[in-house]
């Protein structure tokens, strides 16, 4: 039987494809990018610089030998390589699941191209099934949960965690996603949050879609 994790490690090893030799290349955060950083070791592609959406991520690129680069050094991403905790038709996600949403963001943001590698149970029609992470400044986080509630999601604290900018993660269910582009400008409009994972106005360009027949790449 193919389990998720198989499924993870076919499309981590798929998206080698898309790495260009010489150039930064942007990593992102999760079991799936672990794998992916796993693949990129044993290919011994020619990637040598690369900036990174985590510590976590950070520590794993610097194992293998890759430097990670400070993004404000780079002014050139050809790609960005990251995984989601939810994908919809129109390439809208959900990410955060690992709280490096913030980070993620941003070199998403900077980046020319978003490839996002995914098993198949990340596939949705609507997003929200997923609790929608929220990174809040710490001394925000009640008043942002307030606000939160009032927009019809139940936020729960992601109690105990520090994200690798230092602030906490809210945790929103219930909230009825009909236009994912919308709603993520609308609660990143709620004075103390840090952003949401919401990847809606910049969402993916290719999505390499891990099934049990193998691996689809689609276009939005
Ligand atoms: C981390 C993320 C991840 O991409 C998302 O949580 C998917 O993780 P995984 O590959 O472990 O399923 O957004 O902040």
């Not at 290349?25 to 999760?30: A, K, S």
């Not at 990410?95 to 996002?116: D, M, N, P, S």
């Not at 925000?140 to 307030?146: E, I, K, M, N």
């Amino acid at each position: 039987m193919t389990t998720q994790n198989d499924l993870k490690r076919l499309v981590a090893q798929a998206a080698l494809r898309f790495v260009q030799p010489g150039r930064v290349l942007g990593v992102g955060t999760g079991s799936t990018v672990d794998l992916f950083i796993d693949a990129l070791a044993a290919a011994r592609l020619d990637v040598k610089r690369a900036v990174s959406s985590s510590e976590r991520s950070t520590a794993k690129l610097r194992a293998i030998g890759i430097e990670v680069l400070d993004l404000n050094e780079v002014e050139d991403l050809p790609v960005y390589i990251d995984g989601a905790d939810e994908i919809d038709a129109g390439f809208h996600m959900i990410k955060g699941g690992g709280a490096a949403l913030t980070r993620e963001k941003i070199i998403a943001a900077v980046a020319q191209r978003f490839v996002c590698i995914a098993d198949a149970s990340k596939r949705v029609d609507v997003l929200g099934r997923f609790p929608l992470p929220v990174e809040v400044i710490p001394m925000a986080r009640a008043h942002v949960a307030r606000k939160l509630a009032k927009l019809g999601g139940e936020p729960r604290w992601r109690e105990g965690l520090v994200t690798d900018n230092g602030n906490v993660i809210l945790d929103v269910r219930g909230l009825a996603i009909a236009d994912p582009v919308a709603t993520e400008a609308r609660i990143n409009e709620i004075v103390g949050v840090v952003t949401n994972g919401l990847f809606a106005t910049r969402g993916a360009d290719v999505l390499l879609l891990g099934e049990a027949s193998g691996v689809r790449e689609l276009r939005p």
